[in-house]
């Protein structure tokens, strides 16, 4: 059974840092890309952060470009997301995601999310 765990989260206030963790099970962790996704008050979830499986290549969403460091380390089976020089706008609920396409089957897995919350 495929399970991520997402912690880290917390109140910060602007200017700060946290780093949150997805800790990964039941899967071929080093085969899959994982990603970071977050969801504010009233709004979509949207993409953060991903790293790929084979060669450690990342992507980053604009808004957090230059702050946000995304890294995994496969003998701990766990995604990093290092997050510095927060802001108010960076308050959401902040969820740990693998994809997998199987047997012509589009599937997310979904962590239970971490709450991140930058004052001002």
């Known amino acids: 059974e495929v399970q991520l765990v997402e912690s880290g989260g917390g109140l910060v206030q602007a200017g700060g840092s946290l780093r949150l963790s997805c800790a990964a099970s039941g899967f071929t962790f080093d085969d899959y890309a994982i990603g970071w996704f977050r969801q504010a008050p009233g709004k979509e979830r949207e993409a953060v952060s991903c790293?790929?499986?084979?060669?450690?290549?990342?992507y980053y969403a604009d808004s957090v470009k230059g702050r946000f460091t995304i890294s995994r380390d496969n003998a701990k089976n766990t995604v990093y997301l290092q997050m510095n020089s927060l802001k108010p706008e960076d308050t959401a609920v902040y969820y740990c995601?693998?994809?997998?396409?199987?047997?012509?089957?589009?599937?997310?897995?979904w962590g239970q999310g971490t709450q991140v919350t930058v004052s001002s």
């Open positions: 995601n693998l994809n997998v396409y199987e047997l012509g089957v589009d599937r997310d897995y």
């Open positions: 790293v790929s499986s084979s060669d450690g290549s990342t």
